[in-house]
C-alpha cells in the first residue's frame, strides 16, 4: 500500500489493524505496509504502548531455569546465567499476542491494546500542548544559569550551545523568555535579549509550571495487573505505601507503610518529598529488616500515582541488582483501592492533626515519628478481635516484630495509649 498517510496520526482503526497483525505474527514492515506508515512507525508504536501483563517470577530472565543448580536465586553474575530473548516478543513484532507458547511462556509477557494505546496517545497529546515542561525548581535551576550570561550580553543560541545540560533548543528557550517562565524566579523579560527577534509567538501564554507526565513506569504496574498478579498469588504480603504531611513546601515529609496482614503501621520521616527520598525510605525499611525478611514481608508496595513514587524500577530492585519488591499503582483518584492504609492515617491524624505545623507540635525527627506509630499500633482494634497490630505482629510475626522493635517501636500499655497532639510535646 502506498505512504499516503505517512504524515498523519495513527488511528484507532489503524492501532486495531496493528494488532490484528502482531496477533497473526506479521513482521512490522507488513503491518507498516497495511496501514500506509514507516516501519519504524509502527515499532515504535508497539514498543511505547505494549502492556507487560505478566512478570517473570524469577529475579532474572534465564533460558537456564529449567535446568538451574543454584534454586532459582538467579544473580547477574552467576556462572549458568543466559540471558532470555524472545524473537516476537523483543524483535518482530514486538509483542505477545497471539503467541502459541503464551500458556507455557514462564517469563515476561507484553500486550498491544488499541484501546488503552490510543487513549495514552490522546493524552500524551493534550499534555504536550498545556503549559511548561518544568518544575519550579527546574525553572529556577535553569535561570541561574541563563540570567547571568543574558546579563553578558550572551544570544539564546550561545546559551544552549554552551550548557547543553539545559537540554533545551534554542528555539525553547526563547519561548520560556517570551512567555515569562523566568520572570518570577529571576525577572528575566524579552527586555534582557540583546535583540528581539520577530518571531511567530505560541497561541497561548504559559499558564504556570507543569512538568509532563511520564507514566511509563505504570507499564504492568496498574490495578489491574496488580488484581491479575494476586489471583496467581493469593498469600503474598502486601504493604500499602503513601506519604502523609501538613506543608507541601516545607515538610516534614512521613511515608508511611502499611503492613496490611497484621494491620500495622510503619512510616519514615523525610524532609523533602521526592522520589529519590522515597525510595530511600523503601531502601531504609529494607536495612531494619534485613534482605531476607524485606523480601519475605513486603513481597508486593501498593501506593498512589504521585510523582514521588514514579521511581518503580529503583524501588522494586535492590542495590544487589535483583528484584526485592513488586511495585504496583491505585487508579487515578481512587484512594480508597487502599483503604486500610488510608483508615490508619485517619489514627495518625489524632497526633498530627491537618493544618498543624508539624515540626512546632513536636514532629522534629524519626525518633518523634517512632513514638507516634508505637502509640497508634499499640490501640486494640475491633478488626483484630480486640488486641493491637503490634501485639498481633508479636504473636504471628516476631521475626519482623523483633525488627521493628529494634528500630524504635515499642508496645504501650492499653491503659497509657495516647492519641492526641499533646503525645510529642516536651
Known amino acids: 500500500m502506498k505512504n499516503s498517510n505517512s504524515f498523519t496520526h495513527l488511528t484507532l482503526e489503524e492501532r486495531r489493524i496493528i494488532l490484528a497483525g502482531i496477533t497473526n505474527g506479521s513482521t512490522k514492515t507488513a503491518i507498516a505496509q497495511t496501514i500506509g506508515k514507516d516501519k519504524s512507525t ?112 550572551h544570544s539564546p543560541y550561545q546559551i544552549v550551545t554552551s550548557h ?22 529571576a525577572g528575566i523579560t524579552v527586555m534582557d535579549l540583546r535583540r ?32 491479575a498478579f494476586l489471583s496467581d498469588h493469593p498469600d503474598v504480603f502486601v504493604v500499602q505505601m503513601d506519604t502523609v504531611y501538613n506543608d507541601e513546601n516545607n515538610g516534614p515529609f512521613i511515608q508511611t507503610f502499611k503492613f496490611v496482614k497484621p494491620g500495622l503501621l510503619f512510616a519514615v520521616y523525610h524532609t523533602e518529598k521526592t522520589s529519590f527520598s ?32 514514579s521511581a518503580a524500577d529503583a524501588m522494586e530492585i535492590g542495590s544487589d541488582g535483583t528484584r526485592r519488591t513488586r511495585v504496583y499503582y491505585c487508579d487515578p483518584m481512587q484512594s480508597g483501592q487502599k483503604g486500610t492504609l488510608e483508615n490508619k492515617h485517619i489514627e495518625l491524624r489524632y497526633i498530627l492533626p491537618k493544618g498543624t505545623d508539624l515540626k512546632a507540635l513536636g514532629l522534629t525527627g524519626q525518633e518523634a515519628l517512632n513514638l507516634a506509630l508505637s502509640h497508634v499500633d499499640s490501640a486494640p482494634e475491633e478488626s483484630l478481635g480486640g488486641r493491637s497490630p503490634l501485639e498481633l505482629t508479636e504473636f504471628l510475626y516476631p ?28
Not at 164 to 185: A, C, M, R, W
Not at 216 to 226: A, F, I, S
Not at 288 to 300: A, C, E, P
Request: glycine fraction near 6%; charged fraction near 30%.
Open 278 to 309: 522515597m525510595r530511600k525510605g523503601v531502601d531504609l525499611l529494607e536495612a531494619i529488616l534485613g534482605g531476607t525478611l524485606f523480601r519475605k514481608y513486603v513481597q508486593v508496595l501498593l501506593t498512589d500515582r504521585g510523582s514521588e513514587f
Open 164 to 185: 547543553p545540560e539545559l537540554g533545551i533548543s534554542e528555539k525553547t528557550l526563547y519561548n520560556y523568555i517570551e512567555q515569562d517562565v523566568f520572570h518570577e524566579v
Open 42 to 153: 509502527v515499532g515504535k508504536e508497539i514498543k511505547l504502548h505494549r502492556k507487560l501483563t505478566h512478570k517473570c517470577n524469577m529475579p532474572l530472565e534465564c533460558n537456564n531455569y529449567r535446568k538451574c543448580i543454584f534454586g532459582r536465586q538467579c544473580v547477574p553474575d552467576c556462572p549458568n546465567y543466559s540471558p532470555f530473548r524472545c524473537s516476537r516478543r523483543d524483535r518482530s513484532p514486538g509483542a505477545c499476542n497471539g503467541c502459541s507458547s503464551w500458556s507455557r511462556c514462564r517469563f515476561d509477557k507484553y500486550q498491544y491494546i488499541p484501546e488503552d494505546a490510543h487513549l495514552d496517545y490522546r493524552s500524551l497529546l493534550v499534555d504536550s500542548r498545556l503549559g511548561v515542561n518544568l518544575t519550579v525548581q527546574q525553572a529556577k535551576a535553569m535561570a541561574s544559569i541563563i540570567a547571568p550570561l543574558l546579563k553578558q550580553g
Open 196 to 227: 528581539q527577534v520577530s518571531r511567530k509567538l505560541p497561541k497561548k501564554k504559559a499558564a504556570g509550571y507543569k512538568k509532563r507526565a511520564d507514566r511509563k513506569y505504570l507499564v504492568g504496574r496498574t490495578y489491574k495487573d496488580y488484581h
Open 399 to 426: 521475626d519482623l516484630f523483633e525488627k521493628l522493635c529494634a528500630f524504635g517501636l515499642r508496645l504501650i500499655p492499653k491503659d497509657q495509649v495516647v492519641l492526641k497532639p499533646y503525645l510529642l510535646k516536651k
